[in-house]
């Protein structure tokens, strides 16, 4: 492995959050770019009468939004409700994780591999799509390869689901997920309206994120394009779909052409910037922080603010306007640093310098507990101590950073742990 990476403690359940990521990361796919998996399923058995009701109380919603009732009746022929669904949506996965790890499984030398074979293989449509919304070919990839590993987890029948049929289930019975079910469900049912694809070929993940590049259903009928000009959007099975797509959709983000991510930087000893804090390249370069790999920044101009996600104890970055662009496609720093880098790595980029700090522990589910007790005797507003580092949790930390002239990450960590422990 050449890459060691990532920002200190991250959600896991990030990549379920946003618009993407609800699939797991796999292998390279055949370059043809077909799927093999077969139909998922629509039920597993005997349908319950009260799935069925549930399902007829949808009808007044749907045929408003211009949902006719043979389209109705065709999505949810033979659909039954999934209890895999339902566990996914209730499992209590691990929240957090060292960025770190989270970086060496997304930027693998696998990926960047197969990444620049799909560059040459689709060369013809990434150039027409590079010309038509500006943004780089390398993002565009980078993005199908942290979504679904360049389609292969599209292969996987255990992981694929209908997507009529695992929206129905969370608009059923998913708990804090029913209203978001619902509202899926019936882009779902308007996606079938229109005639992209059919009931039985509609597949996304458990959380309903469909095709190459993980569009949720209302970010599909925002904009998703025609690219290979059938007449359907299909990011199910035409790439240059997919990949037009994800293209627009960071375009009409604003992506800024001419612009990357960012860029992992050096710092001159002793420097006391604040951490977010924000100038341009030029007075960056002034003040002595400097590129990584000594190359001069190429536009003075541009905004930048400073990123260490690990402290003190790992790389730094000035992060630039299209980080943030990223972020529309998964409201996480770690997939906006994984993608940038993934895309650097396919255009020829080299692996961060700086090490991360791969001896430091995440903290344990008490641990966790314990850091945001003693955040809450403080007066820092954490939330529910409940042993997940969510948003309430991470801008706890960063208040109690601020307050104690500390780098201010908002990153949990033992160190940290150990300061409220000790009273200071």
Request: glycine residues 12%.
């Amino acid at each position: 492995m050449t890459l060691r990476l990532m920002p200190k403690l991250i959600a896991v359940a990030l990549l379920c959050a946003g618009l993407t990521g609800c699939l797991s990361l796999g292998g390279p796919m055949g370059f043809d770019g077909a799927l093999n998996a077969g139909e998922p399923p629509r039920s597993d058995g005997p349908i319950p009468r009260e799935f069925t009701a549930f399902v007829e109380t949808l009808w007044p919603d749907a045929a408003a939004k211009g949902v006719s009732r043979r389209t109705f009746e065709a999505a949810f022929d033979g659909v039954g409700p999934d209890q895999g669904v339902l566990d996914a949506a209730n499992r209590q996965a691990e929240f957090v994780k060292p960025i770190w790890e989270y970086l060496d499984g997304a930027v693998t030398d696998t990926r960047i591999a197969t990444g620049r074979e799909m560059l040459t293989v689709h060369r013809a449509s990434l150039d027409r799509i590079e010309a038509a919304y500006g943004v780089p070919r390398t993002f565009v990839v980078a993005i199908w390869g942290m979504e679904s590993s360049y389609g292969a987890v599209l292969n996987n029948p255990r992981i694929v689901r209908n997507a009529v049929r695992a929206l129905a289930t969370l608009a059923w019975k998913g708990g804090r997920r029913a209203k978001y079910g619902r509202n899926q469900l019936l882009a779902v049912l308007r996606i079938l309206e229109r005639g992209d694809t059919d009931p039985i070929h509609i597949t996304g993940s458990w959380a309903g994120a469909m095709g190459h590049t993980q569009f949720i259903p209302t970010t599909y009928e925002a904009y998703a394009v025609d690219f290979d000009g059938d007449g359907r959007r299909n990011i199910w099975t035409s790439i240059p779909d997919a990949l037009a797509s994800t293209a627009n959709y960071l375009n009409k983000s604003g992506w800024r052409s001419g612009q990357t991510w960012g860029y992992e930087v050096r710092l001159p000893a002793g420097f006391a910037a604040a951490e977010d804090s924000r100038r341009t390249l030029g007075e960056w370069q002034a003040a002595g922080v400097l590129r990584a790999n000594g190359a001069g920044f190429p536009r003075g101009g541009d905004s930048a603010r400073l990123w260490r996600p690990a402290g003190a104890d790992g790389p730094a970055f000035l992060l630039l306007h299209n980080f943030a662009v990223i972020k529309r496609y998964n409201n996480a720093n770690p997939y906006a640093l994984g993608v940038g880098h993934l895309a650097d790595r396919l255009g020829g980029g080299a692996a961060f310098t700086a090490p991360w700090p791969w001896d430091e522990q995440a903290l344990t589910f008490d641990e966790r507990r314990d850091l945001q007790s003693e955040l809450a005797r403080r007066g820092y507003d954490v939330g529910e101590i409940d042993g997940k580092i969510g948003s309430g949790t991470i801008e706890g930390i960063r208040a109690y950073q601020a307050s104690a002239g500390l780098p201010v990450t908002g990153e949990p960590s033992q160190d940290l742990l150990d300061r409220l422990k000790a009273g200071r």
